[in-house]
Protein backbone atom coordinates (compact mmCIF):
# COMPACT_ATOMS: atom_id res chain seq x y z
CA UNK A 1 0.00 0.00 0.00
CA UNK A 2 1.71 3.49 -0.88
CA UNK A 3 2.16 5.96 2.39
CA UNK A 4 0.72 9.23 2.19
CA UNK A 5 3.26 11.93 2.30
CA UNK A 6 3.85 15.49 1.88
CA UNK A 7 1.83 18.29 1.00
CA UNK A 8 -0.67 16.28 -0.99
CA UNK A 9 -1.91 14.74 1.83
CA UNK A 10 -2.06 17.83 4.32
CA UNK A 11 -4.19 19.51 1.31
CA UNK A 12 -6.54 16.62 1.13
CA UNK A 13 -6.72 16.25 4.63
CA UNK A 14 -7.68 20.17 4.81
CA UNK A 15 -9.66 20.20 2.10
CA UNK A 16 -11.74 17.04 3.83
CA UNK A 17 -11.62 19.03 7.49
CA UNK A 18 -13.40 22.01 5.61
CA UNK A 19 -16.14 20.29 3.63
CA UNK A 20 -17.28 18.20 7.21
CA UNK A 21 -17.13 21.87 9.20
CA UNK A 22 -15.07 20.72 11.59
CA UNK A 23 -13.29 23.06 13.77
CA UNK A 24 -9.41 22.54 13.16
CA UNK A 25 -8.55 23.44 16.08
CA UNK A 26 -7.12 20.88 18.33
CA UNK A 27 -4.67 20.82 20.99
CA UNK A 28 -2.84 18.36 24.05
CA UNK A 29 -2.79 20.04 27.56
CA UNK A 30 -0.86 17.29 29.98
CA UNK A 31 -3.14 18.90 33.04
CA UNK A 32 -6.01 17.92 31.17
CA UNK A 33 -4.77 14.62 29.53
CA UNK A 34 -8.24 12.25 28.97
CA UNK A 35 -9.94 15.65 27.65
CA UNK A 36 -7.02 15.88 24.93
CA UNK A 37 -6.99 12.29 24.72
CA UNK A 38 -10.09 12.19 23.08
CA UNK A 39 -10.12 15.61 21.22
CA UNK A 40 -6.74 14.31 19.89
CA UNK A 41 -8.24 11.13 18.63
CA UNK A 42 -11.81 12.46 17.20
CA UNK A 43 -9.52 15.12 15.13
CA UNK A 44 -7.10 11.73 13.73
CA UNK A 45 -10.51 10.48 12.76
CA UNK A 46 -11.62 13.53 11.04
CA UNK A 47 -8.30 13.81 9.38
CA UNK A 48 -8.52 10.25 7.82
CA UNK A 49 -12.45 10.44 6.99
CA UNK A 50 -12.80 14.67 5.94
CA UNK A 51 -10.59 13.40 2.96
CA UNK A 52 -12.66 10.65 1.99
CA UNK A 53 -15.99 12.72 2.02
CA UNK A 54 -14.44 14.93 -0.13
CA UNK A 55 -13.52 11.94 -2.69
CA UNK A 56 -16.64 10.68 -2.83
CA UNK A 57 -17.99 14.48 -3.11
CA UNK A 58 -16.01 14.63 -6.33
CA UNK A 59 -13.64 17.28 -4.87
CA UNK A 60 -10.75 15.88 -4.26
CA UNK A 61 -9.69 13.41 -7.75
CA UNK A 62 -10.31 10.08 -6.27
CA UNK A 63 -7.31 8.22 -5.71
CA UNK A 64 -7.65 4.80 -4.80
CA UNK A 65 -4.55 3.71 -2.76
CA UNK A 66 -5.27 6.66 -0.83
CA UNK A 67 -8.76 5.67 0.01
CA UNK A 68 -7.73 2.80 0.94
CA UNK A 69 -4.98 4.03 3.41
CA UNK A 70 -7.57 6.10 4.65
CA UNK A 71 -10.03 3.40 5.16
CA UNK A 72 -7.38 1.34 6.45
CA UNK A 73 -6.12 4.11 9.38
CA UNK A 74 -10.20 4.32 10.44
CA UNK A 75 -10.89 0.65 11.03
CA UNK A 76 -7.14 1.21 13.17
CA UNK A 77 -8.54 3.93 15.09
CA UNK A 78 -11.74 2.16 15.67
CA UNK A 79 -10.03 -0.77 17.69
CA UNK A 80 -8.97 2.03 20.11
CA UNK A 81 -10.25 1.95 23.39
CA UNK A 82 -11.62 5.80 23.26
CA UNK A 83 -13.62 5.47 26.86
CA UNK A 84 -10.46 5.87 28.35
CA UNK A 85 -10.61 9.49 27.12
CA UNK A 86 -14.46 10.02 29.01
CA UNK A 87 -13.49 8.78 32.90
CA UNK A 88 -15.18 9.76 35.53
CA UNK A 89 -14.52 14.07 36.51
CA UNK A 90 -13.25 14.47 32.88
CA UNK A 91 -16.60 15.91 31.99
CA UNK A 92 -15.10 19.57 32.58
CA UNK A 93 -12.36 21.77 31.34
CA UNK A 94 -11.79 22.92 28.02
CA UNK A 95 -13.95 20.76 26.15
CA UNK A 96 -17.27 20.59 24.00
CA UNK A 97 -18.40 17.00 25.52
CA UNK A 98 -21.94 17.43 26.94
CA UNK A 99 -22.60 16.17 30.54
CA UNK A 100 -25.50 14.10 29.25
CA UNK A 101 -22.67 11.53 28.35
CA UNK A 102 -21.62 10.92 32.03
CA UNK A 103 -25.39 10.76 32.54
CA UNK A 104 -25.70 7.78 30.53
CA UNK A 105 -22.47 6.05 29.37
CA UNK A 106 -24.17 2.96 28.18
CA UNK A 107 -26.26 4.74 25.09
CA UNK A 108 -22.64 6.92 24.42
CA UNK A 109 -21.03 3.58 24.07
CA UNK A 110 -23.39 1.87 21.95
CA UNK A 111 -23.00 5.14 19.57
CA UNK A 112 -19.10 4.57 19.51
CA UNK A 113 -20.04 0.72 19.05
CA UNK A 114 -21.96 1.74 16.38
CA UNK A 115 -18.92 3.81 14.51
CA UNK A 116 -17.01 1.01 14.69
CA UNK A 117 -18.83 -1.49 13.04
CA UNK A 118 -19.13 1.39 9.82
CA UNK A 119 -15.68 2.13 9.67
CA UNK A 120 -15.12 -1.57 10.12
CA UNK A 121 -16.97 -2.20 6.69
CA UNK A 122 -15.98 0.68 5.36
CA UNK A 123 -12.06 -0.79 5.32
CA UNK A 124 -14.23 -3.69 3.61
CA UNK A 125 -16.23 -1.98 1.11
CA UNK A 126 -13.39 0.45 0.38
CA UNK A 127 -11.34 -2.47 -0.75
CA UNK A 128 -13.94 -3.51 -2.79
CA UNK A 129 -13.34 -0.71 -4.80
CA UNK A 130 -16.96 -0.20 -5.75
CA UNK A 131 -17.67 3.38 -6.10
CA UNK A 132 -21.19 3.74 -5.44
CA UNK A 133 -20.90 1.35 -2.72
CA UNK A 134 -18.07 3.21 -1.30
CA UNK A 135 -19.88 6.65 -1.38
CA UNK A 136 -23.00 4.98 0.38
CA UNK A 137 -21.05 3.36 3.44
CA UNK A 138 -19.01 6.90 4.03
CA UNK A 139 -22.45 7.94 3.77
CA UNK A 140 -23.18 5.84 6.81
CA UNK A 141 -20.05 6.42 8.58
CA UNK A 142 -20.82 10.22 8.62
CA UNK A 143 -24.30 9.67 9.88
CA UNK A 144 -22.91 7.26 12.82
CA UNK A 145 -20.72 11.06 13.64
CA UNK A 146 -23.86 12.91 13.25
CA UNK A 147 -26.34 11.13 15.48
CA UNK A 148 -23.45 10.92 18.50
CA UNK A 149 -22.96 14.80 17.73
CA UNK A 150 -26.38 15.57 17.60
CA UNK A 151 -27.04 14.45 21.29
CA UNK A 152 -23.66 15.04 22.50
CA UNK A 153 -21.03 16.81 21.24
CA UNK A 154 -22.03 20.84 21.93
CA UNK A 155 -21.11 23.03 19.41
CA UNK A 156 -18.72 25.73 21.47
CA UNK A 157 -16.59 25.13 24.62
CA UNK A 158 -18.92 24.46 27.20
CA UNK A 159 -16.73 25.56 30.55
C1 LIG B 1 -20.01 8.27 20.34
C2 LIG B 1 -19.94 9.69 20.07
C3 LIG B 1 -19.14 10.26 18.93
C4 LIG B 1 -18.92 9.71 17.68
C5 LIG B 1 -19.46 8.41 17.11
C6 LIG B 1 -18.09 10.67 16.98
N1 LIG B 1 -17.82 11.74 17.77
FE1 LIG B 1 -16.74 13.37 17.24
N2 LIG B 1 -16.89 14.08 19.15
C7 LIG B 1 -17.67 13.55 20.14
C8 LIG B 1 -17.56 14.36 21.35
C9 LIG B 1 -18.26 14.10 22.66
C10 LIG B 1 -16.68 15.41 21.04
C11 LIG B 1 -16.23 16.55 21.98
C12 LIG B 1 -14.96 16.11 22.73
C13 LIG B 1 -14.45 17.18 23.66
O1 LIG B 1 -14.53 18.38 23.33
O2 LIG B 1 -13.96 16.82 24.77
C14 LIG B 1 -16.27 15.21 19.65
C15 LIG B 1 -15.40 16.04 18.97
C16 LIG B 1 -15.07 15.92 17.65
C17 LIG B 1 -14.18 16.82 16.95
C18 LIG B 1 -13.45 18.01 17.56
C19 LIG B 1 -12.11 17.52 18.14
C20 LIG B 1 -11.27 18.61 18.78
O3 LIG B 1 -10.23 18.98 18.20
O4 LIG B 1 -11.62 19.11 19.85
C21 LIG B 1 -14.12 16.36 15.66
C22 LIG B 1 -13.30 16.97 14.54
C23 LIG B 1 -14.95 15.18 15.56
N3 LIG B 1 -15.52 14.93 16.78
C24 LIG B 1 -15.11 14.42 14.42
C25 LIG B 1 -15.78 13.19 14.38
C26 LIG B 1 -15.88 12.36 13.19
C27 LIG B 1 -15.30 12.70 11.83
C28 LIG B 1 -16.59 11.25 13.56
C29 LIG B 1 -16.98 10.07 12.71
C30 LIG B 1 -15.98 9.47 11.84
C31 LIG B 1 -16.93 11.40 14.96
N4 LIG B 1 -16.43 12.59 15.40
C32 LIG B 1 -17.65 10.48 15.68
C33 LIG B 1 -18.44 12.41 20.05
C34 LIG B 1 -18.45 11.54 18.97
Given at each position: ???LT????????A?GAA????P??S?F??K??????RQ?Y???L????????GT??????W?????????HD????A??D???G?????????????????????????????L?????????V????DRE???AQ????G?????????Y?A?D???
Amino acid sequence: MSRLTGKNWLGAAAVGAALLSLPALSHFDDKQMPQSYRQSYFALLAANFGPMVGTVKGEIPWDQARMDSWAHDLAALATLDIMRGFVDGSDKGTTRAKPEIWQDKADFGSKMDALRKELASLQKVTAGGDREAIAAQVGAAGKACKSCHDDYKAEDYLY
